[in-house]
């Protein structure tokens, strides 16, 4: 079945600095790829997405690319903010239309 | 647009008792709903799609009999947990679907935390 793996947290950085949550996904087919964040005491608001291979998702400065031929959707930020501290999943959708999520990765940014 | 909202926003009630928790999609008509349950700092787990005027379709593992999906209208879905336990204290969250093929998008709500004591 399909399945999303993306590294373990927890992710502490200071403010300015670089981001990377790596991701990997197994599916039939050709899913489409998400990026959701869920900050304290919330639900899932969709960061960013890329339906088809080698799309590139962006918004509010990340940013990831599907890669089809590593099953891969890494997110990243070039600068992150204190207020970028959040859980963050990455998630697949299949041809049945249902989410399969990603573990998710607990990013914490210091100023 | 596409706002999906839930309530209540959190729930504390006693071993036995039921609680329902609705979620509502406020500016457009859902075609499906799901319903999804998260532990403390872990992922989203899948419970149940629903669609407006049928049953709804139970994830393998979940007791349709303890939690009990109504979805009465194209904007509204229940959850009512029956005879909670403390085991089954979490966090819920639904979504709504919007749009079908290239249009289609998947909404939450803010998610409902309920404590069973």
């Known amino acids: 079945g399909d399945s999303v793996t993306q590294m373990e947290g927890p992710v502490t950085l200071s403010e300015e600095a670089f981001l990377t949550i790596n991701c990997t996904y197994t599916?039939?087919?050709?899913?489409?790829l998400f990026w959701y964040v869920q900050y304290p005491g919330e639900g899932l608001q969709l960061l960013l997405k890329?339906?088809?291979?080698?799309d590139k998702g962006s918004n509010k400065g990340f940013e990831a690319t599907y890669r089809k031929e590593t099953t891969s959707f890494h997110l990243e930020k070039g600068s992150v903010q204190v207020s970028d501290s959040a859980v963050y999943f990455c998630a697949l959708r299949g041809s049945n239309y249902k989410l399969t999520f990603g573990k998710g990765t607990l990013l914490t940014v210091n100023p | 647009g596409a706002v999906v909202s839930q309530h209540p926003s959190w729930v504390i009630c006693k071993s036995g008792t039921s609680v329902k928790i609705e979620c509502r999609s406020l500016?457009?008509?859902?075609?499906?709903m799901f319903w999804y349950r998260q532990f403390p700092k872990q992922s989203l787990m899948l419970m149940a799609t629903s669609n407006e005027g049928s049953k709804a379709t139970y994830e393998q593992g979940v007791e349709k009999d303890k939690f009990l999906i109504n979805h009465a209208s194209l904007t509204l879905s229940t959850l009512t947990v029956t005879s909670a336990h403390p085991e089954d204290s979490s966090f819920y969250i639904c979504?709504?679907?919007?749009?079908?093929?290239?249009?289609?998008?998947?909404?939450f709500g803010p998610g409902t935390r309920l404590t069973v004591t």
């Open positions: 500016d457009f008509q859902a075609t499906t």
């Open positions: 890329a339906t088809k291979a080698d």
């Open positions: 979504s709504a679907t919007k749009g079908q093929g290239a249009t289609y998008e998947q909404y």
């Open positions: 599916a039939t087919g050709y899913p489409s």
